[in-house]
């Protein structure tokens, strides 16, 4: 029978130990943890750290939103404050009496120059 001659290669460091994560990858030794494979035992706690940052991403994300609606309301809300506030003053303009005498003059009418007297009825 003849021997297997099938062997597994080393495998060549390709990382010339210049860049950012050469250096990063010689500090964690990642080697070492992955010599027998993957080590599967870790992986619920790996996926639960993952899921805890995809929370965190997007209660990120929500909370922007949130913020950016309220700003928007709050915009509106003073756009409509000043609305309100000159479509207020117009109006005590329109009802003051020389305002309202001036524009019922154009119907014929006229001011009353007599004071108004009360109407007295007597039961029977």
Known sequence: ?????FKIKPAKKTA?????FA??????KLEYYFEDGFPVKYLPKVLFVIGLGLIYISNTHYAEKTVRKISAMQAEVEDLRADYTTLKADLMF??????????VSEM??????KPPYKVVVEDK
Do not use: D, H
């Open 94 to 103: 329109a009802s003051k009496q020389s305002e309202v005498a001036r524009k």
């Open 108 to 113: 014929g009418l006229k001011e009353s120059l």
């Open 1 to 5: 029978m003849s021997e297997n001659s």
């Open 23 to 28: 250096s990063l990858e010689k500090r964690l």
């Open 16 to 20: 010339s130990g210049k860049g950012m």
